[in-house]
């Protein structure tokens, strides 16, 4: 059975997840398939779209557009978390999606001196026929003073963005480094500094739309500098910290930059008490012959593709 087969047959899936005792708070161990009887049809599982970790200082004209042309040629699909979830739950994944996240704006009032710059970015994806994921920080700290006042006029932009199908992720409320020296949680954060970061500014972002009368989850946590995933362990995962503040949030995804990239259980999608983790890439730099570094569109999307070429199911 292909994956697109396995996945359009929602109702064998529920069928499926019945017959092994599945429900909202049940896991799917690896030791459940030896009870399956012998016809129940083992589902594979669900491939990661690509990712790319983009910044203000990736939204120049010589790169963002030609990056855009470039996977546009390559067949890829633009897409956010929140909506390749959906489809992932409706049993209908693109065939060849891509995330392009984007990291850092704000909408703290005076402390987003790059605004132009993703607004501009906005504008190319949107006209391209993409979208794209912004990364919010949403209490930014300017000369160690925690931006709280918000620009209502910037947050009315955001409602359009988010109308016209562009998706906000957390990127939690001050940016902090949530990672010791060796990538696990760092000694001094409490339950309270997890909550600040995480809980406060997904509160924030979904009750901001909500005074514009948008209802918002926020389903997305990106990980500032990728810290929050302990990736150097053993057994490499997100932050037990982490965890526990994304789950009085609506989180279910957990973006950072190593690792996550293989096929995930199904049962990670359908079990809503479980946080899936996910990787990106950032774009490929390359330095000019005065030793300048740039991003390059062409090897980007070759980036891009190798990963999407690397877990094709079948292979
Ligand atoms: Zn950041």
């Not at 292909?2 to 896991?27: D, P």
């Not at 067949?75 to 065939?95: E, I, M, N, R, S």
């Not at 918000?150 to 009315?156: K, L, S």
């Amino acid at each position: 059975m292909t994956l697109t087969t396995a996945i359009q047959t929602k109702i064998s899936r529920r069928h499926f997840l019945k017959g092994v005792g599945a429900s909202a708070a049940y896991t799917f161990l690896p030791q459940d398939f030896a009870r399956l009887p012998a016809q129940t049809p083992i589902l594979p599982p669900i491939t990661i779209p690509p990712s790319l970790m983009l910044h203000s200082s990736d939204g120049g004209a010589e790169f963002l557009p030609r990056l855009l042309e470039h996977l546009h040629k390559d067949g890829f699909t633009a897409v956010t978390y929140q909506a390749w979830y959906k489809q992932v739950q409706d049993g209908h994944p693109l065939a060849k999606p891509v995330i392009l996240s984007i990291d850092d704006i704000s909408l703290a009032h005076s402390a987003c001196a790059s605004f132009n710059t993703f607004m501009q970015m906005k504008e190319w994806i949107k006209a391209a026929g993409m979208t794209a994921v912004y990364g919010v920080i949403t209490e930014p700290v300017i000369n160690e003073q925690p931006q709280r006042e918000q620009d209502e006029a910037r947050w009315d932009m955001m409602q359009a963005w988010i109308e016209e199908g562009f998706e906000l992720a957390s990127h939690t409320s001050y940016h902090s480094n949530f990672n010791a020296i060796d990538t696990g949680p760092r000694p001094d954060f409490t339950p309270a500094d997890y909550e600040a970061e995480i809980v406060r500014s997904a509160n924030l972002i979904e009750a901001k739309l909500a005074q514009r009368q948008l209802p918002y989850m926020v389903q997305t946590l990106i990980l500032p500098y990728g810290s929050g995933y302990s990736y150097q362990h053993p057994k490499p995962q997100i932050h037990p910290g982490i965890m526990a503040a994304c789950r009085q949030t609506n989180i279910k995804f957990v973006i950072g930059i190593p690792h996550g990239r293989q096929p995930q259980p199904i049962t990670s999608f359908t079990n809503p008490n479980e946080l899936v983790y996910l990787g990106r890439i950032p774009p490929a730099y390359l330095t000019d012959l005065n030793g300048q570094q740039y991003p390059d569109a062409g090897q980007t999307a070759a980036w891009l593709h190798s990963w999407q070429a690397s877990f094709q199911q079948g292979r």
